[in-house]
């Protein structure tokens, strides 16, 4: 009894005294551009195959590969935007698969004891090893040094979506997703990469990445 | 005063008449493309010159096969356990039944290359890129046939071959190993979107 009274008693105490602090809520921690380092490597899980030799996204894991960062985004860009689209429509998609996999890198999950970054299937990116072609590797190394991150420079999960063809795809601005069509719409007209991007993610800025230099 | 006002009245109703008729012919021409009149109306067939023979349609289909497109290819051949280049390692492509010899790095010259879009899906939804056959052979290893590479129109394509080598002891009956590359998720999202009721959600307008 007694020590129920005290436990209600700091209760109350703790209670009074946080009315006058200003709120702090519990969060993961956030990586901000500058203080957190450029990833050299990133591990994938390599799942095992279906029946038709494609990677299986709820396959099992057979094992986790550490792949060199820029080789990784290399061999994801033209798996995930198509290679004959337009520059800038490579571009922001480039700036968009790095910074997924950058959020994943310093986020790891553990699956059925294997600890990795992100896997080879669309439950992350799509990646197939040896897959880079010339046009998205130039449209990487243009942006390599290029980030879009929160105000607050901290660096978040830019996903994206295939969308519809020919179409804008205004509903995927509204659920701060990039539609891939949609890139390849907007930079068929003309947009910039940063002007593809700040459509779909609003409220974003692009910073430079200290240290880290064009391809 | 009236004299001078009804020849400006007449003017107006010729040029409106003449906007009127003219944009009636063209709206039937639009129609007549589409065959919406053509029971009704024969059309005037004109024949195509010969640089309209290669424009690119609006749906993006192009038919290949009187007037193939070509891209650029290069392949690479691995050990596929040691993931080195193998040298010297002999590719048939299939489609131009043309064969080609890999360097000390692997790989083959640039080679041009037809982009062969599959006319199973023409009227459903247009393949992206089109599709080959490579077949690498190199003595001591196993064939690899490499099916579905993916061959972008107008722009270079690099495709990696893996060759597995022999090993007398576990090998005990040798034979191709088939590598299918997939289609371009992109096209299959849309080819899915295709046949999609409103009622069957996928990436739709609910659910981005």
Known sequence: MRLILTRTGAALAISTLTCFLPIQPASAQTYIIGSTGFPSTIRVAIRQNNAFGEPDPRGPIIYVSTINFDQYCQDVLPNEWYPTWPI???EAGAIAVKMFGWYHH???VTVGGFTFDVDNTVNFQLFRAQSDQDQTNQAYQNTRNLAYVMPDKTIFELNYRAGYENNPNWQYRNAQKMSQWGSQYWAALGRTPLQILEFYYVNRMLVTIPGVGKG | MIMSYFPVQKYKILIAASIFVTSMLASANGLLVHGALASETKPIVTPPKQSDQTTIPPSGYVPVLPDPHYGMLRVKV????????????????????KRYRTDKLGLTPWIKAPVLRSA????????????LTLISYKNGYRDSIHMGVRMNDGSPTKTTIWQYKIDPT??????????????????????????????QLGEGYEHP
Do not use: C, M
């Not at chain 2, 080195?84 to 131009?96: C, G, H, R, S």
């Not at chain 2, 009956?173 to 999609?196: C, S, T």
């Open chain 1, 88 to 90: 800038a429509s490579l």
């Open chain 1, 106 to 108: 310093l986020h790891p």
């Open chain 2, 78 to 97: 691995l050990d596929g356990r040691t993931l080195k280049p193998l040298p010297d390692a002999e590719i048939v492509l299939l489609e131009t039944e």
């Open chain 2, 120 to 131: 199973r899906f023409r009227f459903l939804v247009n393949e992206l890129h089109g599709q």
């Open chain 2, 170 to 199: 576990a090998d005990t009956r040798v034979e191709p190993v088939l590598y299918q590359e997939p289609y371009h998720r992109l096209w299959l999202i849309k080819l899915a979107d295709r046949f999609r009721r409103p009622s």
